[in-house]
């Protein structure tokens, strides 16, 4: 699984982060930046459920 983020989408509102923390975080200057740009399988139902939550829709995952 490979996951990423178009950061000019991107507003940090953290949704995705109270999804899948271990995959997501906000950087010290506050943008969203991926932990784990390949997450093993057993995150993909919280990757899924933050890609599928986020609100300007600037994630993007591929299988
Ligand atoms: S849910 Fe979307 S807009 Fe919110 S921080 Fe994550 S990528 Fe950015």
Redesign the pocket.
């Known amino acids: 699984m490979e996951v990423s983020?178009d950061r000019t989408?991107?507003?940090?509102?953290?949704?995705?982060?109270a999804f899948a923390p271990e995959v997501?975080e906000l950087d010290d200057d506050e943008e969203?930046r991926v932990i784990q740009p390949n997450p093993p399988e057993s995150e993909l139902e919280r990757v899924s459920q933050?890609v599928a939550?986020?609100?300007?829709n600037?994630?993007l995952m591929r299988r």
């Open positions: 983020v989408l991107c507003e940090a509102n953290e949704i995705c982060v997501f969203l933050a939550s986020c609100p300007k600037a994630l």
